[in-house]
């Protein structure tokens, strides 16, 4: 146990009480609420930090549009997303003669970002990307804030709060903005906005807190998709970089399954390799670094008494290479370990993802 100025953590590392952890469904663990109120302009009440009923509602909105068939129906506008990108690359190629020195990491956040603006956005994704613009300078706005846990602090009118309260009006007038023109056009659209709308539409709530769940959610879904899809990618991309032998593999199963087509979501659940690839990174290098839920009431875990309010921390970066889960070449890249459903990846899936009836993302399931 350790205290963040009056914040009081327990820190969990045994992997059985992570993953009990990440899929528990019961409401008494929820989210920390010190997110809310120190991230309040970035995330807001949407479903990375509500809890109990609204947490609930939210998830029922949302949920079935990040079912697996969902996401597969979603590969043809990564497609487009990819091909802009490898083109731009390609461009930047020829220019310095056949070799050109590439940072990848901005292009590939770029990219994350573009493929959420068309899956949230449809045919209104240039706002959306504007709107992406937006919600990355809140972020850094946010992340520069130095008074974390002091109270009081996020109230005063000092150059950082003034600064990410203007970019959070931006941000949600941006958002009303595209709302606005989707209830006036007769478009047919059926993207993940949409969804939103009909899920504000049907629960009765006010004009103010209608407005206030289209927008929270719509900045969720940037926040949890597009930094941790992004960095993923790149530290995928520098393992096979780094291991020529398992980029020469990859490929090879590449051109074996899709015979110089496009790739579709048939071809990709047929790459073992770049399977076994993606998990080996997800443990090396985790997007989500410290798992973090807060006891809504007094409960038991497996025997640990948590009292209210405290907050259970779990350290992916560190559970993921202990020698007694992973063996003494935790550290290494070696996606051999997962080439059969192994005890470790199924702890692996559920500490990261905390998987629920198919759906992709950690706040999907409640603890």
């Given at each position: 146990m350790f205290s963040l100025f009056n914040t009081q953590i327990l820190h969990v590392n045994?992997?059985?009480?992570?993953?009990?952890?990440?899929?528990?469904?019961?409401?008494?663990?929820?989210?920390?609420?010190?997110?809310?109120?120190?991230?309040?302009?970035?995330?807001?009440?949407?479903?990375?930090?509500?809890?109990?009923?609204?947490?609930?509602?939210?998830?029922?909105?949302?949920?079935?549009e990040l079912y697996m068939d969902k996401v597969k129906g979603m590969v043809g506008l990564i497609m487009k997303s990819i091909e802009t990108l490898l083109n731009s690359w390609k461009s930047m190629i020829e220019k310095k003669g056949g070799i050109a020195d590439i940072k990848i990491d901005e292009d590939v956040r770029s990219f994350s970002g573009d493929v959420i603006s068309r899956a949230c956005f449809g045919s209104n994704y240039i706002k959306g990307e504007e709107i992406f613009l937006r919600l990355r300078a809140?972020?850094?706005?946010?992340?520069?804030?130095?008074?974390l846990g002091i109270p009081g602090m996020r109230y005063i009118p000092n150059k950082h709060n003034k600064n990410a309260w203007a970019l959070e009006k931006d941000v949600r007038n941006l958002i009303l903005k595209v709302v606005s023109d989707r209830k006036e056009s007769s478009a047919n659209e059926?993207?993940?906005?949409?969804?939103?709308l009909e899920g504000a539409k049907n629960s009765k709530l006010s004009k103010e807190a209608t407005d206030n769940f289209i927008v929270d959610n719509c900045k969720n879904i940037y926040l949890a998709g597009y930094e941790t899809t992004a960095v993923s990618a790149v530290w995928c991309l520098m393992l096979l970089a780094?291991?020529?032998?398992?980029?020469?593999?990859?490929?090879d199963e590449v051109f074996e399954?899709?015979?110089?087509?496009?790739?579709?979501?048939?071809?990709?659940?047929?790459?073992?390799?770049?399977?076994?690839v993606i998990h080996e990174s997800l443990k090396l290098y985790p997007p989500v670094l410290v798992v973090s839920r807060e006891a809504l009431t007094d409960m038991e875990l497996?025997?640990?008494?948590?009292p209210k309010w405290m907050n259970i921390w779990s350290l992916l970066a560190t559970l993921h290479i202990d020698p007694e889960n992973w063996g003494q070449d935790g550290l290494k890249f070696n996606p051999e370990r997962f080439e059969h459903r192994s005890l470790q990846a199924t702890i692996l899936v559920h500490a990261i993802w905390g998987q629920s009836k198919g759906v992709s993302w950690p706040e999907f399931s409640h603890g």
């Open positions: 045994e992997p059985e009480i992570v993953r009990e952890i990440t899929t528990c469904t019961s409401l008494d663990l929820g989210k920390p609420s010190y997110q809310q109120r120190e991230r309040g302009p970035l995330l807001g009440h949407g479903i990375l930090t509500s809890d109990g009923a609204v947490w609930t509602h939210n998830r029922k909105i949302l949920a079935p809140l972020q850094e706005a946010m992340s520069k804030k130095i008074f059926k993207d993940l906005l949409q969804m939103v780094a291991n020529p032998d398992w980029q020469d593999r990859v490929r399954i899709c015979k110089e087509r496009t790739p579709d979501a048939d071809m990709i659940q047929k790459m073992k390799q770049m399977t076994m497996r025997g640990i008494h948590v």
